[in-house]
């Protein structure tokens, strides 16, 4: 298995602010991570795949970046609608293993 | 516009079996592999399963491996999720998910979920 580890496991930002969450591995897996945003209530949304890929329809205030075994998730400037849980995920290789989470809470 | 509704999520005794269901539409279905991750209360995501457009190939999460089975029917635009010997851990809601089609399994698309309560 490819453990993820994602921090920090929540942080408190308000609107307008830029947030940046780190997302790590223990092996190499090139590009090969996902960026999941969730809110409350509702189902995970695909917001970036490939490492750095925004699927379509993702604002462009979402940028990501890394390869090998760190990943970042950068928010530019924090919208309301914005604050939710962000998890990556490795699809490297079989098991496809998540990260615990980021929250991003209001400050 | 891509809808995944999954069904048959319940409240089931440890040890007991249950079926789940997730009826796709808008997209050509048997073109694109599948797969189901669940999120226990108030935890993370976990992966189950997914299993390739034509069916012929499937992959397991360690935690449900021989006793979870996903199968598909590309004639009603379906994919199941047999679960057997279930277990109290196995408490959660379950996600249907459409993979991406980018050389690597990410789920772009996912339905509202279907609760499974495994409890005596």
């Known amino acids: 298995d490819i453990p993820m580890t994602q921090f920090p496991s929540s942080v408190s930002a308000s609107v307008g602010d830029r947030v940046t969450m780190t997302c790590r591995t223990t092996?190499?897996?090139?590009?090969?991570l996902g960026w999941y945003q969730q809110k409350p209530g509702s189902a995970p949304k695909l917001l970036i795949y490939?490492?750095?890929t925004l699927q379509s329809g993702v604002p462009s205030r979402f940028s990501a970046g890394g390869s090998g075994t760190v990943f970042t998730l950068t928010i530019a400037s924090l919208q309301p609608e914005d604050f939710a849980t962000y998890f990556c995920?490795?699809?490297?290789?079989?098991?496809?293993?998540f990260g615990g989470g980021t929250r991003v809470e209001i400050k | 516009e891509v809808q995944l509704l999954e069904s048959g999520g319940d409240l089931v005794q440890p040890g007991r079996s249950l079926r789940l269901s997730c009826a796709a539409s808008?997209?050509?279905?048997?073109?694109?592999?599948m797969g189901w991750v669940r999120q226990a209360p108030g935890k993370g995501l976990e992966w189950v399963s997914v299993?390739?457009?034509?069916?012929?190939?499937?992959f397991y999460g360690d935690s449900v491996k021989g006793r979870f089975t996903m199968s598909r029917d590309n004639s009603k635009n379906t994919v199941y999720l047999q679960m057997n010997g279930l277990r109290a851990e196995d408490t959660a809601t379950y996600y249907c998910?459409?993979?991406?089609?980018?050389?690597?399994?990410?789920?772009?698309?996912w339905g509202q979920g279907t609760l499974v309560i495994v409890s005596s």
């Open positions: 998910a459409k993979v991406t089609k980018v050389g690597a399994s990410w789920f772009e698309d």
């Open positions: 808008g997209f050509a279905f048997s073109t694109y592999g």
């Open positions: 299993i390739t457009g034509s069916g012929t190939s499937t």
């Open positions: 092996q190499d897996i090139g590009t090969r």
């Open positions: 490939a490492g750095s």
């Open positions: 995920q490795q699809a490297h290789r079989f098991p496809l293993t």
